[in-house]
């Protein structure tokens, strides 16, 4: 498994207050993604990367935004937290070589009250 | 109309049973197929990639089916470990490095 992890694990923050997710890898993939996963729709896609400073939107990217400023780390913050954003978020990285694998991180659970 | 499809299950299969199941993909275009395992409040990991001759490992069975466009897994001599969600998974054709993801079919296996 790739060396991926994420910080928190757990975090409870109040609505309206911005929110920031950490996911650090050790294998020098060059591409990572954030996504959730809520009951019933399975794993989407908020923002990806596909190299230092190369960030692109996924299918539910309102409400979050990225940042890479190193290989190794990718931000995902909650500009304004809602009770929607209420999810497990996992980080995964891939790009190894002409592969479409992904590794997934431990995951964050977050919850807005 | 959701681009993976998965029959959420539950699918109760006695320890030591065969269990078969399905996903179907939207996008004929699709080169890229995998199953991925993920454990109850736990993160997905690869299972195994499905290739177009089908492939084995272990007791676990991964087919393609191309002309109508769904792949499956199939579990052998099931065992409790195995009592998971099972992701299907398939690269997105239009974007380099985007994947897929089905909902899931759960699978219990009982003693």
């Known amino acids: 498994d790739a060396g991926i992890t994420q910080s928190p694990r757990h975090k409870v923050t109040e609505t309206g207050t911005p929110v920031t997710l950490r996911c650090h890898q050790t294998e020098n993939h060059r591409y990572m993604y954030w996504y959730r996963q809520d009951p019933g729709h399975g794993l989407r896609l908020i923002h990806y990367s596909y190299g230092v400073k190369d960030t692109d939107k996924g299918e539910v990217s309102d409400g979050y935004s990225v940042s890479r400023s190193k290989t190794e780390d990718f931000l995902l913050t909650l500009e304004s937290a809602t009770s929607s954003q209420t999810s497990v978020y996992f980080c995964?990285?891939?790009?190894?070589?002409?592969?479409?694998?992904?590794?997934f991180g431990p995951g964050t659970r977050l919850t807005v009250t | 109309r959701k681009e993976v499809e998965q029959d959420p299950g539950p699918f109760n299969v006695p320890e030591g049973a065969t269990v078969a199941f399905n996903c179907t993909y939207s996008?004929?275009?699709?080169?890229?197929f995998f199953w991925y395992r993920q454990d109850c409040r736990k993160e997905p990991k690869l299972l195994m990639s499905?290739?177009?001759s089908g492939n084995e490992d272990g007791r676990f069975t991964a087919q393609l089916n191309r002309a109508s466009q769904y792949i499956s897994l199939l579990i052998r001599d099931s065992k409790l470990s195995d009592s998971a969600t099972y992701l299907c998974?398939?690269?997105?054709?239009?974007?380099?490095?985007?994947?897929?993801f089905g909902a899931g079919t759960q699978v219990v296996v009982t003693p």
């Open positions: 995964a990285t891939g790009g190894r070589g002409s592969s479409y694998e992904q590794y």
């Open positions: 996008n004929s275009a699709s080169q890229s």
């Open positions: 499905v290739y177009s």
């Open positions: 998974v398939v690269n997105a054709p239009d974007s380099w490095g985007k994947l897929q």
